[in-house]
């Protein structure tokens, strides 16, 4: 009882990071049929969404520090998704937008999340509710 909150079993955040890797396990045959990873892809997503985006609200976006995003985004650029410029006011601002090819695979990647969710046995309901409860979480944790 006195170190029930010390068992693996009771911890959520074991939870949490054990789903986490499954799902991207589950993604990462779908995306190697893209050639790119995980991280990669929801890069991709948030340009398909905003595209030509400071690095800087990139990273902000997907909870990346730009030591991590610098080499992500050099990778998707030699592949060709992807160019990066600077401004030209301030050199200090680079901004990232989608080539054709980049524009091109959002299409295809329509099948993704299909694909995702009928692998999970999840309903999208019950993807729907799981979201918004992590995402109530993640602003918690965001502001602590």
């Keep these: 009882m006195k170190y029930d909150s010390l ?11 054990a ?3 499954e799902l991207i396990r589950l993604y990462k045959p779908i995306l190697d049929e893209f050639n790119i990873t995980y991280t990669q892809y929801i890069t991709l997503l948030v340009l398909w969404e905003e595209d030509d985006i400071l690095v800087k609200d990139l990273g902000s976006k997907l909870l990346l520090a730009s030591n991590t995003l610098t080499p992500l985004l050099k990778k998707i650029e030699n592949v060709g998704l992807i160019e990066r410029r600077r401004d030209k006011n301030d050199e200090r601002n680079v901004y990232i937008k989608l080539t054709e090819k980049g524009i091109e695979m959002k299409e295809k990647a329509l099948k993704i999340p299909e694909e995702i969710i009928s692998k999970t046995g999840i309903t999208e309901e019950e993807i729907t509710d799981l979201k918004v409860k992590l995402d109530a979480i993640l602003i918690k944790l965001i502001d602590a």
């Design 19 to 21: 789903c986490s890797k």
């Design 7 to 17: 068992k693996l079993k009771n911890q959520a955040c074991f939870s949490l990071y």
